[in-house]
């Protein structure tokens, strides 16, 4: 028999109320950081009949309609492997995008914003349209040739399947580098497009891929037993690409000592990285370290002595390098009491001290000479 508790009564003594649904579960204490109102939270939990529409943000930016519904209850979870059909149209008809059995691991931007959130809401088998604003889509860049400037485009959706990740331990190297670069290159996509934040996003996400499982976990996975050491030094360029083109975008995003970090991590492994080196030494331009800047920018000049952006960035610190110079010279002279606006106090000084000097000893020769007359005109006086 089991042995009761008080704990064990107290959840006896809560009945389920039939009829709850998550909505009323949400609003417990247990779950005091969930908010039903918010835009998303409420198109999940709320059961939308099929033909109605759906805000999903709550600003008409991002719309959804249930064309054919699926198996209820089999919505995907971040990170799940989605097997997807897609076709996108613009406002007058035109088909932009088709895709067949595209595959995408939802959560990591592998398709526009809207996409990713929309699929998010839609059960196995559904059959969805999508209404997405350019802000969630392709925005003011558009995509060329195909998606003009700021389009709004409409997508049918159906979802074919959804399952969970592979631990990624259990993946072989040549598994996780194609993983792994296929998040690499959407990052270089969403740089290109002047997304920084996202871009950081797919670059952390292919990093955890392209890392030996022995970085991740302490120790060697059996996956890992007969990996050769070219396959190792194939994962560990790709890895070094991934952590350059990741300092690039946390530079745009101003994260500057993560920047750092990033390219330390490539120079650990490969000192003469010459798109590291150039990278370091323009952080620490930014963070104001010039002259560590122009000595790390002078060891890629070596190693590349015709390219004109490290040249460039070279002549920019030999100027501020000298200025900086200039400065702390000021500042010395400053503390020392030598500063040339202070130079022309010593020299009227001396000429002060020096008129009073003769001035004095004027004085003297002309009260010694009076004395004398004096003391002989007395003398006779007397005698």
Known sequence: MAIETSENKEMEEEPVQPGASQADFIKQDLNFDIDPEEPLTKAALNEHPPEEWIDILGNGQLKKKVIKQGKNGTRPNRSDICI???????????????????????????VIQGLDLAIALMDVEEIAEIVVDPR?????????????????ITY???????????????????????????????GNWWFTRNEPTLAIQ?????????????????????????????ELQSLLEDRMKVYNNLAAA???????????????????????????????????????????????LLQASKLEPDTKAIQSELAILKEKNAKDAQHEKHLYRKMLGTHKSDNTLPKNRNKEIKSKSTSKLTWSLIGGATAAILGVVLYRFVS
């Open 202 to 230: 797919c670059y952390r996400r292919a990093l955890e891929y392209l890392m030996p499982s022995e970085s991740r976990s302490g120790h060697q996975n059996e996956v890992e037993d007969n990996i050769t050491d070219a």
């Open 250 to 296: 946390q530079m745009k995003t101003q994260a500057y000592d993560a920047a750092l970090k990033s390219v330390e991590s490539v120079l650990s492994c490969q000192p003469q990285n010459v798109k590291a080196l150039f990278r370091k030494g323009k952080i620490l331009h930014y963070k104001g370290e010039h002259g560590l800047a122009y000595q790390t």
């Open 84 to 110: 997807l059909d897609i076709i996108g149209k613009l406002q007058d008809g035109t088909k932009v995008e088709e895709y067949k059995n595209l595959k995408i691991q939802l959560g990591d931007v592998e």
């Open 156 to 186: 049918t959706v159906e979802l074919k399947s959804s399952e969970m990740e592979e631990e990624i331990e259990t993946l072989t190297v040549s598994q996780r580098k194609e993983i792994g670069n296929k998040k690499r290159e959407r």
């Open 136 to 152: 969630f889509a392709y925005g003011s860049l558009g995509d060329e040739p195909n998606i003009p400037a700021s389009s709004t």
